[in-house]
């Protein structure tokens, strides 16, 4: 059993067709063996987001974005709460120019010492001199 910290731009990938989506499927399927993934409270609704514009910009029926979020919802994620991050998603956000979305999911790898996955260079390489481990999803093949 692992445990990973997985970011907004695998999540997404898991609903919405893009570069990494055959290994974020991959990624998904270790669930089933057990697996862990930990997000914060907000990548959620930043997956939310996403989907919206989906529909608002790129035509995707209203009707199957509800049914991507009762699938986003059904996935069994391990939800932590910012509130005890937000100091160090700061730091981590002034050190590395870096917004506080991205740096919160750096400050839970830290916290936790889960290694993080994520496709998002300028999170990637502020995690990498954070000292946070980083798996590629790259790594996920079948």
Same mark, same amino acid.
């Given at each position: 059993?692992?445990?990973?910290?997985?970011?907004?731009?695998?999540?997404?990938?898991?609903?919405?067709?893009?570069?990494?989506?055959?290994?974020?499927?991959?990624?998904?399927?270790?669930?089933?063996?057990?697996?862990?993934?930990?997000?914060?409270?907000?990548?959620?609704?930043?997956?939310?987001?996403?989907?919206?514009?989906?529909?608002?910009?790129?035509?995707?029926?209203?009707?199957?974005?509800?049914?991507?979020? *009762?699938? +986003? $919802?059904?996935?069994?994620?391990? @939800?932590?709460?910012?509130?005890?991050? #937000?100091?160090? /998603?700061?730091?981590? &956000?002034?050190?590395?120019?870096?917004?506080?979305?991205?740096?919160?999911?750096?400050? *839970?790898? +830290? $916290?936790?010492?889960?290694?993080? @996955?994520?496709?998002?260079?300028?999170? #990637?390489?502020? /995690?990498?001199?954070? &000292?946070?481990?980083?798996?590629?999803?790259?790594?996920?093949?079948?």
């Amino acid at each position: 059993m692992n445990n990973y910290i997985i970011d907004a731009s695998i999540v997404i990938q898991r609903f919405i067709q893009q570069e990494y989506t055959p290994q974020v499927r991959m990624l998904f399927n270790r669930l089933l063996k057990g697996d862990r993934f930990y997000i914060p409270e907000f990548c959620l609704l930043e997956c939310t987001n996403v989907i919206w514009k989906q529909v608002r910009f790129y035509g995707l029926p209203e009707e199957q974005a509800q049914l991507l979020i *009762l699938d +986003l $919802q059904s996935i069994p994620f391990n @939800i932590a709460s910012v509130n005890y991050l #937000l100091s160090s /998603a700061l730091d981590i &956000g002034l050190t590395h120019q870096l917004a506080i979305y991205d740096s919160l999911y750096i400050a *839970l790898a +830290l $916290q936790l010492d889960y290694p993080l @996955i994520t496709v998002d260079d300028r999170q #990637l390489n502020a /995690a990498i001199n954070c &000292g946070v481990t980083l798996i590629p999803i790259t790594d996920f093949t079948e």
